[in-house]
């Protein structure tokens, strides 16, 4: 690995948004992990998500196959873009069933990326998370999605806080989106308005003004990802 060249792992790296992400930061030549369940052909390496684990053995896991591929290198970013969808409310079927997808979709991710930081992020380096912009209020129609993503922007205020375990200098935000133009959004939303979602290169592009000391938030902080006309503005929540 050069020295001179940045090192992020991007987790939920094979996702329609890690993907972008990874594919930007590969032009920019940087070295690009990926953590997930299946690999990314374009990362340098890849960390495997084995579902059947419980979240202790996740962890364990990934920071061990880490470690091994960073042979005591830090990393300048760690992009945690991995997460769900599910709906329902108290009285759905999939009520417990969906609440349990998402914690471990969003929460489960969400806490190894921060472990991951502590462990091997660089000093000054940045963690983003992924909220939502819903759950800044009462979501009763998917209950568990709002649970969880509540769960990552109460994380986000911890980790940005004194003695939370980050390197010095570490900066740890939440892109909290609406909809994001994903190929599986336009499938199942056919008929929405799509100048209203927010492109994947925009998320993608910020990451990497972060990376480069540019536009980076106030530690902590909770972006809202507010898209009209096919625009995008940073409102904190």
């Known amino acids: 690995m050069e020295a001179m060249v940045g090192r992020v792992f991007v987790y939920g790296g094979k996702g329609a948004l890690g993907s972008v992400c990874i594919s930007k930061f590969k032009s920019k030549n940087w070295w690009v992990g990926c953590i997930d369940m299946k690999t990314n052909e374009q990362a340098d390496a ?31 970013a760690i992009i945690c873009v991995a997460g769900g969808w599910a ?72 980790l940005a806080s004194k003695d939370s375990g980050l390197p010095k200098d570490a900066l740890v935000a939440s892109i909290l989106p609406i909809t994001l133009d994903t190929p599986m959004n336009r499938k199942w ?5 799509t100048s209203k979602w927010t492109s994947l290169e925009f998320v993608a592009d910020l990451f990497w003004k972060w990376s480069q000391n540019q536009e980076r938030p106030v530690n902590g902080s909770l972006l809202q990802l507010i898209t009209n006309d096919n625009k995008t503005e940073l409102i904190t929540a």
């Open 46 to 76: 890849n960390i495997i998500v084995k579902p059947e684990n419980n979240l202790q053995e996740q962890e364990v896991d990934i920071l061990q196959q880490i470690s091994n591929v960073l042979k005591g290198d830090k990393l300048d």
């Open 87 to 158: 709906g329902g409310n108290a009285s759905h079927k999939d009520f417990i069933k969906n609440s349990e997808l998402m914690w471990k979709q969003s929460v489960w991710s969400s806490t190894i990326a921060a472990s991951i930081a502590a462990h091997h992020l660089k000093e000054g380096g940045f963690l983003s998370l992924t909220g939502a912009k819903a759950a800044l209020a009462e979501t009763p129609g998917m209950i568990g999605y709002g649970m969880a993503k509540a769960a990552v922007h109460h994380l986000t205020k911890s």
């Open 189 to 193: 939303m056919p008929n929405a308005d």
